[in-house]
């Protein structure tokens, strides 16, 4: 967090000699969030190029007080939400969203793919697809909001700043999020079990 209080500064002073360091420190991340709100990697790389463009635009037209005041991770992931946001109105109506990477926190972690057996591997990758279309079926506002707390690892304050919500807000959505994942694998769970029992009866 020192690191990007003092890229903010070093932007203020030069914006063109500083903001290659911004591209490097957050290129990764920007891209991951996007990635996993859109879940087609070409539009997430384009989302994050253009997430750049964004901010270096913001930057130059702000005074170098509001720049230094800047929390850059936070400010930077509004900026990808808003494109991600765009980006899926214009996708939709082109053809159906993909799945979406796997959200892999809150005792919802899978087994490391590196070190498992083939048939472990097999069954993780199974779990994975499955965590993605759960993931993916969440309202856009839940999905969001888990993203950016449990993929980007955004503390709640910084959640808050980036959605642009009160921070009990944004809380009761990654809740809410997270309770409607659980909910949806115990429903499966219950559905499994009954086909089960309606086998072994047959």
């Known amino acids: 967090m020192d690191a990007d209080v003092d890229l903010a500064k070093r932007l203020a002073r030069d914006l063109d000699g500083s903001f290659e360091a911004l591209v490097v420190a957050h290129q990764?991340?920007?891209?991951?969030?996007a990635r996993r709100l859109l879940g087609d990697a070409?539009?997430?790389?384009?989302?994050a190029q253009d997430a750049f463009v964004r901010a270096y635009r913001a930057i130059e037209g702000y005074p170098p007080e509001r720049v230094r005041e800047l929390?850059?991770?936070?400010?930077?992931?509004?900026?990808?939400?808003?494109?991600a946001r765009n980006r899926r109105?214009?996708?939709?109506?082109?053809?159906?969203a993909s799945p979406l990477t796997p959200l892999l926190e809150?005792?919802?972690d899978l087994e490391d793919q590196a070190s498992a057996r083939p048939e472990a591997r097999h069954a993780t990758a199974e779990s994975r697809r499955e965590w993605s279309a759960r993931l993916a079926a969440l309202p856009v506002a839940y999905r969001t909001a888990v993203v950016l707390r449990h993929v980007d690892g955004l503390s709640y304050d910084e959640l808050a700043?980036?959605?642009?919500?009160?921070?009990?807000?944004?809380?009761?959505?990654?809740?809410r999020g997270l309770?409607?994942?659980r909910a949806?694998?115990?429903?499966?769970?219950?559905?499994?079990?009954?086909?089960?029992?309606?086998?072994?009866?047959?």
Request: hydrophobic share 40%.
């Open 89 to 96: 109105r214009r996708v939709a109506d082109r053809q159906p």
């Open 161 to 175: 700043v980036a959605l642009g919500r009160p921070e009990g807000t944004v809380k009761a959505q990654v809740h």
């Open 184 to 202: 949806a694998l115990d429903a499966e769970a219950t559905t499994d079990r009954h086909s089960n029992h309606t086998e072994m009866s047959a």
């Open 28 to 33: 990764d991340r920007l891209f991951t969030i």
């Open 42 to 47: 070409h539009d997430a790389e384009e989302v």
């Open 71 to 83: 929390r850059l991770r936070p400010w930077l992931a509004a900026i990808v939400v808003n494109l």
């Open 106 to 108: 809150n005792g919802l």
């Open 179 to 181: 309770r409607l994942l």
